[in-house]
């Protein structure tokens, strides 16, 4: 794996730096978020390591870039902004993990190759089905019908968690757990814009319309026949 640290503090990027490579990762460092978008260009990587405190622009402003311009490659923000609600601004940019410092690096490791197992290796074809939906889970490929559809890892990881539950009434305490790996804070939207988001996707200009809203419970993905 060769993964970017985006981190301004020279200490820290010491420690992450010799823990991870004797891990056996490669690491890449940029101090800012210019330098990121500059490396991220010009280079390729199995992920990306994000503090939220950078000078010129925060890590969740570059996360939304880095989402926006690389669709599937991992963010996983490492900082010391703890809060719930730090944490679901971060999942909300499109990062697809969230630690906070002070973090061993075994875990930090560990995290990472999880994230490099699931979005970079490419084993054995897992299709699932639903109507003329289908996610082919380790390649993330998603059609319905003949159109390929292009999703962000965080929609990938939701749509993969209602397929898999499919005709299952799914709370959002429900799906922020296993999606976000959170516990579920009333205040927030998050699995209502994500949904948005897939039904935009997947659902906006199909038919039948597969994910249905369950009133007082959260929501569905199923074939409903008309």
């Known amino acids: 794996?060769?993964?970017?640290?985006?981190?301004?503090?020279?200490?820290?990027?010491?420690?992450?730096?010799?823990?991870?490579?004797?891990?056996?990762?490669?690491?890449?460092?940029?101090?800012?978020?210019?330098?990121?978008?500059?490396?991220?260009?010009?280079?390729?990587?199995?992920?990306?390591?994000?503090?939220?405190?950078?000078?010129?622009?925060?890590?969740f402003e570059l996360c939304a870039r880095i989402r926006r311009e690389y669709e599937k490659l991992p963010v996983l923000m490492l900082t010391d902004m703890a809060a719930t609600h730090h944490k679901l601004r971060g999942f909300e940019a499109g990062?697809?993990?969230?630690?906070?410092?002070?973090?061993?690096?075994?875990?930090?490791?560990?995290?990472?190759?999880?994230?490099?197992?699931?979005?970079?290796?490419?084993?054995?074809?897992?299709?699932?089905?639903?109507?003329?939906?289908?996610?082919?889970?380790?390649?993330?490929?998603?059609?319905?019908?003949?159109?390929r559809i292009d999703l962000t890892v965080r929609e990938l990881a939701l749509l993969e968690y209602f397929m898999s539950n499919q005709g299952r009434a799914l709370t959002r305490a429900e799906i922020v757990g296993k999606v976000w790996d959170l516990a579920f804070d009333t205040g927030t939207n998050v699995v209502d814009v994500y949904v948005s988001y897939l039904r935009s996707k997947i659902d906006k200009h199909f038919s039948p319309k597969l994910i249905h809203t369950l009133n007082g419970v959260g929501y569905v993905l199923e074939h409903r026949a008309a």
């Not at 990762?25 to 990587?45: E, K, N, P, S």
């Not at 109507?131 to 993330?140: I, P, T």
Request: aromatic share 4%; net charge neutral.
């Open 1 to 59: 794996m060769k993964v970017l640290i985006v981190e301004e503090e020279l200490p820290v990027v010491s420690y992450l730096r010799s823990g991870l490579e004797a891990y056996g990762m490669q690491t890449a460092v940029a101090l800012d978020a210019t330098a990121a978008q500059q490396m991220l260009a010009t280079a390729r990587y199995s992920a990306v390591i994000l503090d939220v405190r950078l000078p010129e622009m925060d890590g």
């Open 95 to 147: 990062a697809d993990d969230y630690l906070v410092k002070p973090i061993e690096v075994r875990e930090l490791a560990a995290r990472l190759r999880a994230l490099h197992r699931r979005f970079g290796t490419t084993p054995a074809e897992r299709v699932l089905k639903v109507a003329d939906l289908e996610l082919h889970s380790h390649s993330k490929v998603v059609k319905r019908g003949e159109k």
